[in-house]
Structure formats: C-alpha cells, structure tokens
C-alpha cells in the first residue's frame, strides 16, 4: 500500500491516522517511549530542498526505533538519469518504507510501481499529502475540523499543497472556497473529486471569498520549481495576499494556516502569519505525529 495522493485514502483510514496521531502526540508529550518500528529502514529521497519534511520524517523514525537512510538526488544515480523504476526497485529491497519527494509525480508512480515496498509521497508538483493530514489534524485540534466549515484557500490554486487541501477538506464535508486569479489554472481532476464529496465555490476577489471563513490557507506563490517565472507570479497572485482586511472579512475565531516556508509581506503579510490567529508552528510540528502515524499503518503497526 502506497499514500502517493490524498484521494487515495478514505474517510475512515483519514480519521483512523488523525486519531492515531492524536494518540502518539500525547504520548510523546508524556514521556512515553514507543518503539514499534524497531528493525525497520525507511529510506527518504531528496530531489528538492526541505526543512520540516526531512527533519519530520527522520526524527520520527527514531522515535520509533527505526533509522532513515537520507539520499539527495543530486548525490545519488538519479543525477546521471538512472531510472525511477531502477531506483525504486532496488531503495525497496533495501527498506520497509520509502518517502519521495519528486518533482513530477509520474516519476514518483514509476518508482512506486517498481516495489512492493509502501511509498509515501513527501511532495511532488501535483500533492502533498503529508502537509494535508498535518492541517487536518490542527483543524482538529482547534475546533475547525466539521462539516460544513468554511475552508478558503488563498492565492496559487493550482499546485501541490491546494490540491492535497482541496482533496482533504472534501473527505470532511467542509465548504470549500478557491480564491485565485482567472489566469491560475485549478486542478481538474482534484476540482473534480473535491465537487463528488463537498462544495466547491472558485472566486477571483478574496475580500468576499474569505467572508465568514473558519479557516483561511495560503501557500506560497513561487513553488519550487517555478523560480524563472518568479516576477510573473508575484503580479499575479499580488491580489490574493492575505492581510489583517482578508482577516477581518472571516469569522472573529477564523485560523490562518499556511504549510511554511512563507515569504513574509508576499503571499502573507508579517501581522497576520505572526499574530493570534496564526497556527503555523503547530501545523508543521503535526507533521512529525501524522507522519509517525501514517508509517505505523502503512507497516500495518496501527
Ligand atoms: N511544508 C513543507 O513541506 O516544508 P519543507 O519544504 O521544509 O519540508
Ligand atoms: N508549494 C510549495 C510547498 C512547499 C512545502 C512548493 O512546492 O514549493
């Protein structure tokens, strides 16, 4: 079993790896040791930078008593063009799980394909599953996971982390709002199973998209990437900023979120995603505990 998108799970596994997660969260807080991945490898492969991604995935490994094998792309064969299947194919007969974060995400299924070994997608061009469960489960923890909530998702629509939300809110049954320009282009196929579960507004004012929001997301406008068509997208996404006005348009008790790293006074200004209602710091410590989760089911330890 692969976690390569976050339409490949259902409502039941979602909640049974945010309950987990809840539950291992607590317990590390407490003191407790939990070992239920001892003797096992996971080998996590680096073809972008990342901070949360890979200290999360390492360090909750060790907290389980496994151990990480780390492999940036540019150290490894892939540089050379070795295949993603070859690749696959021999990371799997060497571990217990593999997390991949890859630019195109059809190089990340030909790795899959190549093992039976579980891979876990830790960011392509298309989704970040890990970076939604992380969201959902601070949602949770502040009373904003229901249905019917209002989720707004402000500025690039169109890319990996409003892709994965858009899927994740769905499974909830919240009511989901695309604030972006015309120009940006939304995911058919995510537009599409995220109207099969929910409601799907697209709006290209974000004053009144974010009106009596629960929850207002941004992420940033230049994805990796996309830094030769940097200039182009700061004009665009320019309108879709999220300020204190953006702010006070949704609900008194709305959160900000953003999956980080954020670029202070572009996709965010520096007293909203440093303010009260910001919860930034907690989404991305939830990354450690939804991914320790995840591992333990995908390993069948759950
Ligand atoms: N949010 C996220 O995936 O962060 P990194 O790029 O630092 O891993
Ligand atoms: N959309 C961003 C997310 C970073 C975690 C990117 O792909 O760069």
Known sequence: MDFLKITDISKEKLHSILQLAA??????????????LAGKTLALLMEKPSTRTLASFQIGMAQLGG???????????????????????????YCDIIAARLHKHTDLEELANATSTPVINALTDLDHPCQALAALLTMKENGKLFPGAK??????????????????????????T??????????KEYLKFAQSHSTVKISHDLLSAAKDADIIYTDTWVSMGQEE???????????????SA?????????????????????????????????????EAENRL?????????LLGKA
Do not use: W
């Not at 539950?23 to 070992?35: A, P, R, V, W, Y």
């Open 23 to 36: 539950k291992l969260k607590e317990e590390h807080k407490s003191g407790k040791i939990n070992f239920s």
């Open 67 to 93: 151990q990480t094998t780390v492999l940036s792309s540019s150290v490894s064969q892939l540089s050379r063009g070795e295949p993603f299947s070859d690749t696959g194919a021999i990371l799997g007969s």
């Open 151 to 176: 989720f707004v998702f402000a500025g690039d629509c169109g890319f990996n982390v409003a892709n994965a939300l858009m899927g994740a809110c769905a499974l909830e049954g919240m009511d989901i």
């Open 178 to 187: 695309l604030a972006c320009p015309q120009e940006c282009a939304v995911n």
């Open 229 to 243: 068509e940097k200039e182009k997208r700061m004009q665009l996404f320019l309108p879709f900023q999220v300020n």
């Open 246 to 282: 953006t702010m006070h348009a949704a609900k008194k008790d709305a959160i900000f979120m953003h999956d980080l790293p954020a670029y202070r006074g572009k996709e965010v200004t520096s007293d909203v995603i440093d303010g009260p209602q910001s919860t930034i710091y907690a």
């Open 289 to 297: 505990h939804v991914q320790k989760a995840l591992m333990l089911h």
